[in-house]
Antibody, heavy 117, light 107 residues
């Protein structure tokens, strides 16, 4: 089955760090660009970060640039999001998504991140 | 670059629902549309302005002209009740951008 499954979310204090993982299966992970999208409680979708298939091109939303790092491991078909200096406003469900033909055609169920003291 | 959507749209069952997404020179960018039902992940319903992924019913169609992209749902059913988001790539900032979302109510 073609799927992406996120993990690594949890409750963290402001200023803390967290590393999200996304396990891809059922498709050739290494040829696709991948992204992270988040959704705060009761709010809309917000794009967070993007990584090319060869990891040479990486992009971040302004709100996370300098604090979050996207990376991927082709040997383990895994996408990562290292998050540091976390803020209350980073509280959200984080979705791992696959890009195909200028759209996000495959979404995971998401992993919940809560930043609170 | 911002994408603007009407927060809510209501439609009667069997009627046609139109959801719009506005952005500067949007027609020069490919627009995608996503459906999100409560408690679920988003699902792609339209990509590259007008294309439907396999498995998406034919009653979902779309257009993109000028500064406005439109998602049209013909013969709207109760199961179409959801939040709908448009999306486009902003070449200037190299960012993906989502619209704020439109809640479709089938009343």
């Amino acid at each position: 089955e073609v799927a992406v499954v996120e993990s690594g979310g949890g409750l963290v204090q402001p200023g803390g760090s967290l590393r999200l993982s996304c396990q891809a299966s059922g498709f050739a992970f290494s040829v696709y660009w991948m992204d992270w999208v988040r959704q705060a409680p009761g709010k809309g979708l917000v794009w967070v970060s993007r990584i090319s298939s060869d990891s040479n091109r990486i992009y971040y939303a302004g709100s996370v640039k300098g604090r979050f790092t996207i990376s991927r491991d082709h040997g383990n078909n895994t996408l990562f999001l290292q998050m540091s200096d976390l803020r209350v406003e980073d509280t959200a469900i984080y979705f791992c998504v696959r890009e195909k033909e200028d759209a996000f055609d495959l979404w995971g169920r998401g992993t919940a991140v809560t930043i609170s003291s | 670059f911002d994408l603007t959507q009407t927060p809510s749209v209501s439609v009667s069952p069997g009627q046609t629902a139109s959801i719009t997404c506005s952005g500067d020179d949007l027609e020069s960018k490919y627009t995608s549309w996503y459906q999100q039902k409560p408690g679920q992940s988003p699902t792609l319903v339209i990509y590259e302005d007008i294309k439907r992924p396999s498995g998406i019913p034919e009653r979902f169609s779309a257009s993109n002209s000028g500064n406005t992209a439109t998602l049209t749902i013909g013969g709207t059913q109760a199961l179409d009740e959801a939040d709908y988001y448009c999306q486009a790539w902003d070449r200037t900032t190299a960012h993906w951008v989502f619209g704020g979302g439109t809640k479709l109510a089938v009343l």
